[in-house]
Nanobody
Framework: QLQLVESGGGLVQPGGSLKLSCAAS????????IGWYRQAPGKEREGVSCISSGGTNTDYLDSVKGRFTISKDIAKNTVYLQLNSLNPEDTGVYSC?????????????????WGKGVLVTVSS
């Protein structure tokens, strides 16, 4: 069964941190571009970060630069997103996606697998 499963979401206070995981099963993600997306209540889904298959190249949404860090552990077949200095505007459902191609507004350019997502709530 081919799956991407996210974990690590939850409720956190403003200024706090979370680490999200995206674990692949049924396929190896070491040849895929992996992106993180989020969707806030009542808003469209937006790309947050992206990492190349080799893990060398990364990209971030401007509003999260300096606060979020994407990384990859090939041995564990898992991609991570470290979220620091969280604010209420970061609240939403975070999903990971595996695919091919690198786009400025859409990464991966062509998605092959989507995770179901995890909820991140930033509130005091």
């Amino acid at each position: 069964q081919l799956q991407l499963v996210e974990s690590g979401g939850g409720l956190v206070q403003p200024g706090g941190s979370l680490k999200l995981s995206c674990a692949a099963s049924g396929f190896s993600l070491d040849t895929y571009v992996i992106g993180w997306y989020r969707q806030a209540p009542g808003k469209e889904r937006e790309g947050v970060s992206c990492i190349s298959s080799g893990g060398t190249n990364t990209d971030y949404l401007d509003s999260v630069k300096g606060r979020f860090t994407i990384s990859k552990d090939i041995a564990k077949n898992t991609v991570y997103l470290q979220l620091n200095s969280l604010n209420p505007e970061d609240t939403g459902v975070y999903s990971c996606a595996a695919g091919r191609g690198w786009g400025l507004s859409r990464c991966p350019r062509a998605v092959e697998y989507w995770g179901k997502g995890v909820l991140v709530t930033v509130s005091s």
